[in-house]
């Protein structure tokens, strides 16, 4: 079947190991940044955010590190499972009229998970 | 919490017919989004209401595209003279308004395929 993950850089990760995954960001204005986790034929599913006034931010077995210096984002998972296997969006907002969010999706990493 | 329904799920038709396109945000969010995305691609943001006003349209919306949200509840999307082009996964999400930023939650999409 299709996949979203077609033509997406590839990170191969062995069970129970931890995942980097990293994304580069375009506009220094962005305030929010939100990491997504989109599995095939399903819609981007919310995974962890972080403001731009943090560093760091923990989840359950997710870290999302925030380095505004060099506009970089990276989302680590602690001991990857087989469920993990997904294609993995940062995405950065930038302040809006209106109280609108102009949400703007990076690229995109498959993540595989070798059993 | 029921999540971000979208209805049909999947939709083939031929060139230059109309369709249209149905999403029933959660409950409680009076923001509502939608997005285009196509294969290996991150979604495209396309437009964006705020209870029933429409506030926001991206470049990408051209006249054959309509969005209405005429209760400030569910929204549909119309798509009138299709063209080849125009297959992609339509993905509406939802977010709430107030304590900064929120996260917009998403459906699983509308997958469109024109013959």
């Known amino acids: 079947g299709e996949s979203v993950g077609l033509h997406l850089p590839t990170l191969s990760v062995q069970e129970g190991d931890n995942s980097i995954i990293n994304c580069a960001y375009s506009?220094?204005?962005?305030?929010?940044f939100i990491w997504y986790k989109q599995e095939s034929g399903k819609g981007p599913q919310f995974i962890i955010d972080i403001r731009s006034n943090m560093d760091k931010r923990q989840g359950q077995r997710v870290t999302v590190l925030l380095n505004k210096t060099v506009k970089h984002l990276s989302l680590q998972i602690a001991a990857t499972q087989p469920g993990d296997s997904a294609v993995y969006f940062c995405?950065?907002?930038?302040?809006?009229?209106?109280?609108?969010?102009?949400?703007?999706f990076g690229t995109g990493t498959k993540l595989q998970v070798i059993p | 919490d029921t999540g971000v329904s979208q209805d049909p799920r999947h939709k083939i038709t031929k060139r230059g017919q109309n369709v249209t396109f149905r999403c029933d945000p959660i409950?409680?969010?009076?923001?509502l989004y939608w997005y285009r995305q196509t294969l290996g691609q991150g979604p495209e943001f396309l437009t964006y209401f705020q209870n029933e006003a429409q506030l926001e349209k991206s470049r990408l919306l051209s006249d054959r595209f309509s969005a209405e949200r005429p209760k400030g509840s569910f929204s549909t999307l119309e798509i009138q003279r299709t063209e080849q082009g125009d297959s992609a996964m339509y993905l509406c999400?939802?977010?709430?308004?107030?304590?900064?930023?929120?996260?917009?939650?998403f459906g699983d999409g509308t997958r469109l395929s024109i013959l």
């Open positions: 999400a939802s977010s709430r308004t107030g304590g900064g930023n929120q996260p917009q939650h």
């Open positions: 995405a950065e907002n930038l302040p809006g009229s209106g109280g609108y969010q102009k949400v703007t």
């Open positions: 506009n220094s204005a962005s305030d929010y």
């Open positions: 409950s409680e969010h009076n923001r």
